[in-house]
């Protein structure tokens, strides 16, 4: 295990490497709290009054900071009337560029619907709730995620070749609301961090890392694909309020696992509880 003050020593090294590459601390952009979007088929009002819903849903959550509420009652009731708490919306055709190829022509096309929900309206369905709207400046994640896949391991780094891995990283952090960064792959070197010594490595000497990063906490992630169970398993810690908490959860794909994580630390640092685990 890597010591804190060894860490605390590889600070300058970093910093210098962060000045030298502008976009190691480069974060998801983080879109208006109160809009979501989901996939749907087609612009007709068949399919846009179950993406009102399931938009609502997830504004009420990255709102809030709370994911325990997906699949209560409460929300299942106000998702029955989301249609009044939107003030706007929009589609993006997914197939842009590609011409209709079918005598349906945009019927089954697959469009991004865009929701935009009022504010008050939103903050007051929460307070229904008996929950309230997440209102406090929210910290940026330094993100630490090593995976292990059958035949490699891997950390995910901001300049390294797993694209797929950071576009999931970047779209879960905008569905709950988390601004992110993720350190590059020299910034891991100098650490010394790699799948193998992730486990180990203390928080707090993370947390100084995160720093130089533009990073307020850092969100630690360990994810292992079971042949067994389909599905990664992974293990995720959080330094916050002078203490470390950590939960585990499976999910048959990294897309899930990452929205899990982003949730687990929203839920923590909004106040509303700790997810699965808990506090370690």
Not at 50 to 66: H, M, Q, T, W, Y
Not at 115 to 128: C, E, G, M
Not at 157 to 182: F, K
């Amino acid at each position: 295990m890597r010591s804190v003050s060894l860490f605390a020593r590889l600070m300058a090294a970093l910093a210098t490497l962060l000045a030298l590459d502008p976009g190691a601390a480069t974060a998801a952009d983080i879109e208006d709290l109160y809009q979501a979007q989901t996939i749907v088929t087609g612009e007709r009002e068949e399919t846009r009054i179950p993406g009102f819903r399931a938009c609502l849903e997830s504004v009420l959550i990255k709102v809030s900071g709370d994911p325990s509420l997906i699949g209560t009652p409460g929300v299942a009731k106000l998702a029955d009337q989301a249609s009044e708490f939107v003030s706007g919306f929009g589609y993006r055709d997914r197939l842009a560029g590609i011409p209709h190829h079918d005598e349906q022509g945009s019927r089954d096309r697959p469009y991004d619907l865009i929701v935009s929900f009022d504010p008050a309206r939103i903050d007051a369905a929460l307070r229904s709730l008996g929950t309230q709207p997440w209102s406090e400046s929210r910290p940026r994640l330094a993100l630490f995620i090593g995976m292990r896949r059958p035949t490699t391991a891997y950390l995910i780094a901001s300049d390294g070749d797993r694209s797929l891995e950071r576009e999931a990283l970047v779209a879960a952090a905008a569905q709950r609301g988390m601004p992110i960064t993720l350190p590059t792959k020299a910034v891991l070197a100098v650490a010394g961090l790699s799948f193998e010594t992730l486990p180990g490595a203390n928080i707090s000497g993370l947390e100084q890392i995160a720093k130089p990063m533009g990073g307020d906490a850092a969100l630690v992630g360990l994810m292992v694909w079971s042949e067994k169970a389909l599905a990664w398993i992974a293990d995720w810690r959080l330094g916050a309020n002078r203490k470390t908490y950590g939960w585990r959860a499976n999910s048959t794909t990294f897309d899930d696992a990452f929205r899990q994580a982003m949730g687990g630390a929203a839920q923590i640092l909004s106040g509303h509880g700790q997810p699965k685990v808990g506090e370690q």
